[in-house]
Protein backbone atom coordinates (compact mmCIF):
# COMPACT_ATOMS: atom_id res chain seq x y z
CA UNK A 1 0.00 0.00 0.00
CA UNK A 2 1.70 3.39 -0.91
CA UNK A 3 2.15 6.26 1.32
CA UNK A 4 -0.47 8.53 0.10
CA UNK A 5 -3.49 5.13 0.11
CA UNK A 6 -1.90 4.89 3.89
CA UNK A 7 -2.82 8.14 4.27
CA UNK A 8 -6.45 7.93 3.11
CA UNK A 9 -7.27 4.85 4.98
CA UNK A 10 -6.23 6.51 8.25
CA UNK A 11 -8.11 9.57 7.52
CA UNK A 12 -11.45 7.59 6.37
CA UNK A 13 -10.90 5.66 9.93
CA UNK A 14 -11.05 9.28 11.78
CA UNK A 15 -14.68 10.50 9.78
CA UNK A 16 -17.10 9.12 12.46
CA UNK A 17 -14.96 11.74 14.79
CA UNK A 18 -16.42 13.98 12.45
CA UNK A 19 -20.11 12.83 12.77
CA UNK A 20 -19.82 13.18 16.58
CA UNK A 21 -18.26 16.43 16.76
CA UNK A 22 -20.97 17.88 13.74
CA UNK A 23 -24.27 15.99 16.05
CA UNK A 24 -22.95 18.02 19.46
CA UNK A 25 -22.65 21.16 17.14
CA UNK A 26 -26.20 21.16 15.74
CA UNK A 27 -27.99 20.33 18.64
CA UNK A 28 -26.43 24.13 19.99
CA UNK A 29 -27.59 25.18 16.82
CA UNK A 30 -31.17 25.17 15.52
CA UNK A 31 -32.68 23.15 18.50
CA UNK A 32 -31.44 26.45 20.40
CA UNK A 33 -34.04 28.38 18.44
CA UNK A 34 -36.92 25.93 18.53
CA UNK A 35 -36.89 25.21 22.44
CA UNK A 36 -35.11 28.53 23.82
CA UNK A 37 -37.95 31.12 23.05
CA UNK A 38 -41.12 28.59 23.77
CA UNK A 39 -39.08 27.97 26.71
CA UNK A 40 -38.37 30.99 28.00
CA UNK A 41 -41.95 32.09 27.47
CA UNK A 42 -43.68 29.58 29.01
CA UNK A 43 -41.66 29.44 31.88
CA UNK A 44 -40.72 33.05 32.76
CA UNK A 45 -43.04 35.17 31.45
CA UNK A 46 -40.44 36.61 28.36
CA UNK A 47 -42.01 38.30 25.81
CA UNK A 48 -41.53 36.95 22.20
CA UNK A 49 -40.49 40.68 21.06
CA UNK A 50 -37.94 40.72 23.62
CA UNK A 51 -36.24 37.49 23.10
CA UNK A 52 -35.84 38.04 19.33
CA UNK A 53 -33.85 41.77 20.16
CA UNK A 54 -32.28 39.69 22.54
CA UNK A 55 -31.10 37.20 19.76
CA UNK A 56 -30.67 39.70 17.50
CA UNK A 57 -27.93 42.05 19.38
CA UNK A 58 -25.89 38.96 19.90
CA UNK A 59 -25.88 38.08 16.04
CA UNK A 60 -24.36 42.11 16.14
CA UNK A 61 -22.00 40.59 18.21
CA UNK A 62 -21.07 37.75 16.56
CA UNK A 63 -20.10 40.44 13.26
CA UNK A 64 -17.16 41.64 15.08
CA UNK A 65 -16.25 38.08 17.03
CA UNK A 66 -16.73 35.57 14.60
CA UNK A 67 -14.21 36.84 11.80
CA UNK A 68 -11.13 37.94 14.88
CA UNK A 69 -11.92 34.09 16.23
CA UNK A 70 -11.26 32.55 13.06
CA UNK A 71 -8.01 34.94 12.43
CA UNK A 72 -7.32 33.73 16.47
CA UNK A 73 -7.77 30.09 15.30
CA UNK A 74 -5.30 30.30 12.89
CA UNK A 75 -2.26 32.21 15.38
CA UNK A 76 -2.84 29.81 18.12
CA UNK A 77 -0.21 26.61 16.84
CA UNK A 78 -0.01 24.42 19.45
CA UNK A 79 -2.15 25.60 22.09
CA UNK A 80 -5.48 25.45 19.40
CA UNK A 81 -5.66 21.73 21.19
CA UNK A 82 -6.06 23.35 24.32
CA UNK A 83 -8.35 26.05 23.23
CA UNK A 84 -11.10 23.74 21.50
CA UNK A 85 -11.20 21.85 24.72
CA UNK A 86 -12.06 24.84 26.92
CA UNK A 87 -14.88 25.77 24.23
CA UNK A 88 -16.15 22.72 24.80
CA UNK A 89 -16.52 22.70 28.53
CA UNK A 90 -17.60 26.13 28.05
CA UNK A 91 -20.87 25.43 25.52
CA UNK A 92 -21.54 22.47 27.89
CA UNK A 93 -21.89 24.96 31.09
CA UNK A 94 -23.76 27.72 28.81
CA UNK A 95 -26.13 25.06 27.61
CA UNK A 96 -26.24 23.98 31.60
CA UNK A 97 -26.98 27.21 32.52
CA UNK A 98 -29.20 28.06 29.89
CA UNK A 99 -31.98 25.23 30.67
CA UNK A 100 -30.86 23.61 33.84
CA UNK A 101 -30.11 26.30 36.32
CA UNK A 102 -32.68 28.76 37.75
CA UNK A 103 -31.45 32.38 36.46
CA UNK A 104 -29.75 33.99 38.78
CA UNK A 105 -30.20 37.74 37.46
CA UNK A 106 -33.40 38.41 35.42
CA UNK A 107 -34.75 36.17 32.87
CA UNK A 108 -33.67 38.22 29.95
CA UNK A 109 -30.82 38.89 31.45
CA UNK A 110 -29.80 35.29 31.93
CA UNK A 111 -30.93 34.35 28.34
CA UNK A 112 -28.50 36.83 27.06
CA UNK A 113 -25.47 35.38 29.48
CA UNK A 114 -26.04 31.99 28.89
CA UNK A 115 -26.22 32.53 25.00
CA UNK A 116 -23.12 34.22 25.05
CA UNK A 117 -21.36 31.19 26.08
CA UNK A 118 -23.02 29.02 23.79
CA UNK A 119 -22.89 31.33 20.85
CA UNK A 120 -19.44 32.21 21.50
CA UNK A 121 -18.11 28.68 21.87
CA UNK A 122 -20.12 27.41 19.19
CA UNK A 123 -18.52 29.67 16.77
CA UNK A 124 -14.67 28.92 17.70
CA UNK A 125 -15.49 24.87 17.26
CA UNK A 126 -17.30 25.43 13.58
CA UNK A 127 -14.62 27.70 12.57
CA UNK A 128 -11.73 24.86 13.80
CA UNK A 129 -13.82 22.14 12.61
CA UNK A 130 -15.07 23.36 9.10
CA UNK A 131 -11.33 24.99 8.44
CA UNK A 132 -9.84 21.14 9.55
CA UNK A 133 -12.42 19.41 7.48
CA UNK A 134 -10.67 21.40 4.45
CA UNK A 135 -7.19 20.02 5.41
CA UNK A 136 -9.17 16.08 6.04
CA UNK A 137 -10.81 16.81 2.51
CA UNK A 138 -7.99 17.02 0.76
CA UNK A 139 -5.88 13.90 1.43
CA UNK A 140 -9.18 11.91 0.61
CA UNK A 141 -9.02 11.79 -3.28
CA UNK A 142 -11.05 12.28 -5.43
CA UNK A 143 -14.80 13.38 -4.19
CA UNK A 144 -12.76 14.13 -0.80
CA UNK A 145 -15.40 16.74 0.30
CA UNK A 146 -18.47 15.12 -0.57
CA UNK A 147 -17.07 11.89 1.10
CA UNK A 148 -16.31 14.08 4.41
CA UNK A 149 -19.32 16.14 4.02
CA UNK A 150 -21.94 12.71 4.31
CA UNK A 151 -20.03 11.90 7.24
CA UNK A 152 -20.42 15.41 9.01
CA UNK A 153 -23.14 16.42 7.78
CA UNK A 154 -25.54 13.55 8.46
CA UNK A 155 -23.96 12.97 12.02
CA UNK A 156 -25.22 16.74 12.38
CA UNK A 157 -28.41 16.08 11.32
CA UNK A 158 -28.69 12.99 13.38
CA UNK A 159 -27.51 15.64 16.46
CA UNK A 160 -30.24 18.08 15.51
CA UNK A 161 -32.99 14.91 15.63
CA UNK A 162 -32.16 14.29 18.77
CA UNK A 163 -31.33 17.22 20.25
CA UNK A 164 -35.03 18.76 18.54
CA UNK A 165 -36.98 15.93 20.14
CA UNK A 166 -35.43 15.52 22.97
CA UNK A 167 -37.02 17.68 25.84
CA UNK A 168 -40.53 16.67 24.49
CA UNK A 169 -39.80 12.73 24.37
CA UNK A 170 -38.34 13.71 28.27
CA UNK A 171 -41.49 15.11 29.08
CA UNK A 172 -42.94 11.88 29.60
CA UNK A 173 -40.80 10.16 31.53
CA UNK A 174 -39.31 13.33 33.85
CA UNK A 175 -40.56 16.85 35.42
CA UNK A 176 -37.91 18.46 34.20
CA UNK A 177 -37.64 17.76 30.60
CA UNK A 178 -34.98 20.65 29.79
CA UNK A 179 -32.33 19.33 32.45
CA UNK A 180 -32.26 16.16 30.94
CA UNK A 181 -31.29 17.70 27.63
CA UNK A 182 -28.55 20.04 28.80
CA UNK A 183 -27.36 17.38 30.62
CA UNK A 184 -27.26 15.00 28.00
CA UNK A 185 -25.86 17.75 25.89
CA UNK A 186 -23.04 18.49 28.08
CA UNK A 187 -21.29 14.43 27.79
CA UNK A 188 -22.17 14.89 24.34
CA UNK A 189 -19.67 17.69 24.21
CA UNK A 190 -17.22 16.15 26.54
CA UNK A 191 -17.44 12.79 24.04
CA UNK A 192 -17.20 14.42 21.00
CA UNK A 193 -14.17 17.09 21.53
CA UNK A 194 -12.42 13.89 23.39
CA UNK A 195 -12.82 12.13 19.89
CA UNK A 196 -11.68 15.04 17.85
CA UNK A 197 -8.50 15.40 19.92
CA UNK A 198 -6.21 13.79 17.02
CA UNK A 199 -7.04 15.75 14.04
CA UNK A 200 -7.12 19.00 16.33
CA UNK A 201 -3.29 18.35 16.37
CA UNK A 202 -3.18 17.13 12.97
CA UNK A 203 -4.27 21.12 12.26
CA UNK A 204 -1.75 23.18 13.60
CA UNK A 205 -0.89 23.84 9.87
CA UNK A 206 -4.13 26.27 9.66
CA UNK A 207 -3.42 29.50 8.52
CA UNK A 208 -4.36 32.86 7.89
CA UNK A 209 -5.38 34.43 4.68
CA UNK A 210 -6.75 37.31 5.53
CA UNK A 211 -10.63 38.51 5.02
CA UNK A 212 -9.82 40.44 1.78
CA UNK A 213 -8.89 37.34 0.39
CA UNK A 214 -11.91 35.33 0.82
CA UNK A 215 -14.42 38.26 0.31
CA UNK A 216 -12.23 39.04 -3.25
CA UNK A 217 -13.24 36.19 -4.56
CA UNK A 218 -16.34 36.46 -6.76
CA UNK A 219 -17.85 32.92 -6.46
CA UNK A 220 -16.84 32.82 -2.56
CA UNK A 221 -18.67 36.16 -1.83
CA UNK A 222 -21.28 34.90 -4.20
CA UNK A 223 -21.45 31.65 -2.13
CA UNK A 224 -21.74 33.31 1.15
CA UNK A 225 -24.82 35.60 -0.28
CA UNK A 226 -26.32 32.40 -1.01
CA UNK A 227 -25.69 30.46 2.01
CA UNK A 228 -27.52 33.80 3.70
CA UNK A 229 -30.24 33.82 1.54
CA UNK A 230 -30.95 29.78 1.22
CA UNK A 231 -30.37 29.87 5.14
CA UNK A 232 -32.88 31.66 6.09
CA UNK A 233 -35.99 29.57 5.29
CA UNK A 234 -34.54 27.00 7.40
CA UNK A 235 -34.11 29.54 9.96
CA UNK A 236 -37.46 30.89 9.99
CA UNK A 237 -39.45 27.42 10.13
CA UNK A 238 -37.00 26.35 12.86
CA UNK A 239 -37.64 29.49 14.98
CA UNK A 240 -41.69 29.47 14.06
CA UNK A 241 -42.40 25.41 13.92
CA UNK A 242 -43.75 24.78 17.74
CA UNK A 243 -46.05 27.78 17.20
CA UNK A 244 -47.08 26.29 13.88
CA UNK A 245 -47.80 22.69 15.14
CA UNK A 246 -49.81 24.23 18.34
CA UNK A 247 -51.51 27.01 17.42
CA UNK A 248 -52.19 26.84 13.26
CA UNK A 249 -52.53 23.16 12.96
CA UNK A 250 -54.30 22.57 16.75
CA UNK A 251 -52.33 19.46 17.07
CA UNK A 252 -50.14 20.37 20.45
CA UNK A 253 -48.57 16.85 20.83
CA UNK A 254 -47.81 15.87 17.53
CA UNK A 255 -44.71 18.49 17.51
CA UNK A 256 -42.31 16.01 18.47
CA UNK A 257 -42.78 13.40 16.04
CA UNK A 258 -43.61 15.70 13.32
CA UNK A 259 -39.69 17.33 14.24
CA UNK A 260 -38.45 13.80 14.11
CA UNK A 261 -40.05 13.25 11.16
CA UNK A 262 -38.97 16.28 9.61
CA UNK A 263 -34.87 15.65 10.46
CA UNK A 264 -34.80 11.98 10.09
CA UNK A 265 -35.94 13.09 6.61
CA UNK A 266 -33.14 15.02 6.12
CA UNK A 267 -30.80 12.21 7.95
CA UNK A 268 -31.59 9.62 5.83
CA UNK A 269 -31.29 11.60 2.28
CA UNK A 270 -27.86 12.72 2.84
CA UNK A 271 -26.49 9.65 1.06
CA UNK A 272 -28.68 9.90 -1.53
CA UNK A 273 -27.90 13.43 -2.67
CA UNK A 274 -24.60 12.52 -1.86
CA UNK A 275 -24.82 9.89 -4.88
CA UNK A 276 -27.16 12.12 -7.00
CA UNK A 277 -24.57 14.93 -7.01
CA UNK A 278 -21.72 12.59 -8.30
CA UNK A 279 -23.26 11.73 -11.09
CA UNK A 280 -25.86 15.16 -11.80
CA UNK A 281 -23.28 17.92 -10.00
CA UNK A 282 -23.33 19.42 -6.73
CA UNK A 283 -25.04 22.61 -7.90
CA UNK A 284 -27.65 20.59 -9.97
CA UNK A 285 -28.46 18.68 -7.28
CA UNK A 286 -28.85 21.17 -4.77
CA UNK A 287 -31.29 23.52 -7.53
CA UNK A 288 -33.37 20.45 -7.78
CA UNK A 289 -33.30 19.90 -3.32
CA UNK A 290 -34.43 24.11 -3.38
CA UNK A 291 -37.15 23.43 -6.09
CA UNK A 292 -38.64 20.45 -3.98
CA UNK A 293 -38.60 22.47 -0.70
CA UNK A 294 -40.17 25.43 -2.44
CA UNK A 295 -43.29 22.99 -3.40
CA UNK A 296 -43.32 21.70 0.21
CA UNK A 297 -43.50 25.06 1.72
CA UNK A 298 -45.89 26.07 -0.99
CA UNK A 299 -48.75 23.45 0.22
CA UNK A 300 -48.19 24.92 4.28
CA UNK A 301 -49.72 28.52 3.55
CA UNK A 302 -52.89 26.30 3.24
CA UNK A 303 -53.23 23.92 6.15
CA UNK A 304 -55.21 24.69 8.87
CA UNK A 305 -56.63 22.96 12.36
CA UNK A 306 -56.32 19.20 12.25
CA UNK A 307 -53.97 19.30 9.06
CA UNK A 308 -51.01 17.29 11.01
CA UNK A 309 -51.07 14.45 8.61
CA UNK A 310 -50.64 16.47 4.92
CA UNK A 311 -48.09 19.23 7.18
CA UNK A 312 -46.32 15.19 8.18
CA UNK A 313 -46.23 14.93 4.07
CA UNK A 314 -44.53 18.54 3.92
CA UNK A 315 -42.04 17.78 6.43
CA UNK A 316 -40.93 14.84 4.79
CA UNK A 317 -40.38 16.70 1.88
CA UNK A 318 -38.87 19.82 3.35
CA UNK A 319 -36.35 17.70 5.51
CA UNK A 320 -35.08 15.91 2.61
CA UNK A 321 -34.62 19.20 1.10
CA UNK A 322 -32.70 19.87 3.85
CA UNK A 323 -30.38 16.99 4.15
CA UNK A 324 -29.02 18.55 0.55
CA UNK A 325 -28.60 22.20 1.36
CA UNK A 326 -26.56 21.17 4.88
CA UNK A 327 -24.66 19.02 2.79
CA UNK A 328 -24.11 20.33 -0.66
CA UNK A 329 -23.66 24.15 -0.25
CA UNK A 330 -21.14 23.53 2.97
CA UNK A 331 -19.17 21.24 0.60
CA UNK A 332 -18.87 23.59 -2.16
CA UNK A 333 -17.99 26.42 -0.19
CA UNK A 334 -15.17 24.20 1.46
CA UNK A 335 -14.19 23.11 -1.95
CA UNK A 336 -13.51 27.06 -2.93
CA UNK A 337 -11.74 27.75 0.20
CA UNK A 338 -9.59 24.92 -0.64
CA UNK A 339 -8.87 26.02 -4.30
CA UNK A 340 -8.13 29.81 -3.01
CA UNK A 341 -6.64 29.43 0.05
CA UNK A 342 -6.57 25.82 1.54
CA UNK A 343 -7.39 25.61 5.82
CA UNK A 344 -8.20 29.40 5.94
CA UNK A 345 -9.92 30.08 8.76
CA UNK A 346 -11.51 33.65 8.15
CA UNK A 347 -13.63 32.11 5.58
CA UNK A 348 -14.93 29.76 7.87
CA UNK A 349 -15.31 32.46 10.37
CA UNK A 350 -17.45 34.25 7.74
CA UNK A 351 -19.10 31.22 6.62
CA UNK A 352 -20.08 30.44 10.51
CA UNK A 353 -21.66 34.29 11.24
CA UNK A 354 -24.06 34.07 8.10
CA UNK A 355 -25.51 30.86 9.34
CA UNK A 356 -26.23 31.76 12.59
CA UNK A 357 -27.30 35.70 11.44
CA UNK A 358 -30.14 34.24 9.58
CA UNK A 359 -31.44 32.33 12.56
CA UNK A 360 -31.29 35.33 14.96
CA UNK A 361 -32.56 37.49 11.72
CA UNK A 362 -35.74 35.57 11.49
CA UNK A 363 -36.23 35.67 15.19
CA UNK A 364 -35.58 39.69 15.46
CA UNK A 365 -38.57 40.20 12.33
CA UNK A 366 -41.07 37.04 12.95
CA UNK A 367 -41.11 37.26 17.19
CA UNK A 368 -42.05 40.52 17.15
CA UNK A 369 -44.12 40.40 13.97
CA UNK A 370 -46.41 37.44 15.76
CA UNK A 371 -46.81 39.70 19.09
CA UNK A 372 -47.90 42.73 17.25
CA UNK A 373 -49.78 39.95 15.24
CA UNK A 374 -51.67 39.76 18.52
CA UNK A 375 -50.54 36.05 18.43
CA UNK A 376 -50.42 34.86 22.20
CA UNK A 377 -48.67 31.21 22.70
CA UNK A 378 -50.29 28.93 24.65
CA UNK A 379 -53.94 30.48 23.75
CA UNK A 380 -56.69 28.78 22.47
CA UNK A 381 -58.25 32.30 21.64
CA UNK A 382 -55.75 33.29 18.95
CA UNK A 383 -57.43 35.00 16.20
CA UNK A 384 -58.05 34.32 12.93
CA UNK A 385 -55.87 37.20 11.77
CA UNK A 386 -52.83 36.33 14.05
CA UNK A 387 -52.89 32.77 12.87
CA UNK A 388 -52.68 33.87 9.20
CA UNK A 389 -49.80 35.56 10.02
CA UNK A 390 -48.05 32.37 11.54
CA UNK A 391 -49.22 31.03 8.63
CA UNK A 392 -47.43 33.12 6.07
CA UNK A 393 -44.28 33.82 8.01
CA UNK A 394 -43.30 29.99 8.68
CA UNK A 395 -44.74 29.04 4.71
CA UNK A 396 -44.84 32.13 2.32
CA UNK A 397 -41.71 33.75 3.15
CA UNK A 398 -39.66 30.91 3.33
CA UNK A 399 -40.91 30.29 -0.41
CA UNK A 400 -40.22 33.43 -1.28
CA UNK A 401 -36.29 33.26 -0.01
CA UNK A 402 -35.91 29.72 -1.38
CA UNK A 403 -36.65 31.46 -5.11
CA UNK A 404 -34.50 33.94 -4.57
CA UNK A 405 -31.80 31.85 -3.45
CA UNK A 406 -32.46 29.82 -6.72
CA UNK A 407 -32.08 32.41 -8.89
CA UNK A 408 -28.46 33.49 -7.39
CA UNK A 409 -27.19 29.59 -7.41
CA UNK A 410 -28.53 29.41 -11.21
CA UNK A 411 -26.20 31.94 -11.84
CA UNK A 412 -23.00 31.56 -10.11
CA UNK A 413 -20.23 29.59 -12.11
CA UNK A 414 -19.11 26.85 -9.67
CA UNK A 415 -17.35 23.31 -10.48
CA UNK A 416 -19.92 20.65 -10.39
CA UNK A 417 -17.51 18.14 -8.54
Not at 88 to 104: K, N, Q, S, T, Y
Not at 149 to 175: N, T
Amino acid sequence: MSMSSSLIEVRKNNLPAYAVFAAMLSAAGLPIYIHAPKYFVDEYGVSLAALGSVLFVLRLFDVVQDPLLGRLSARLGRRRVFAISIACVVMALGMLGLFAVEPLVSPLVWFGLMLTLVFSAFSFLTINFYAQGVVTASSLGQFGHLRLARWRESGALFGVCIAAIAPLVFLYFIDAPFDGFAIGFAVLALVAGTMMRAEWAEGRGLKSAGFQTVLQDPIARRLLIIAFVNAAPVAVSSTLFLFYVEARLMSPGMEGPLLLLFFLSAAFSVPLWGGVAEKLGTKSTLMISMTLAIVAFGFAIFFGAGDWLAFAVVCVASGAALGADLTLLPAMFAKRMGEISPAATEGFGLWSFVSKFTLAFSAVLLLPALQWAGFESGSDSNSSHSLFVLALLYAAVPCVLKIFALILLAFTAVSEE
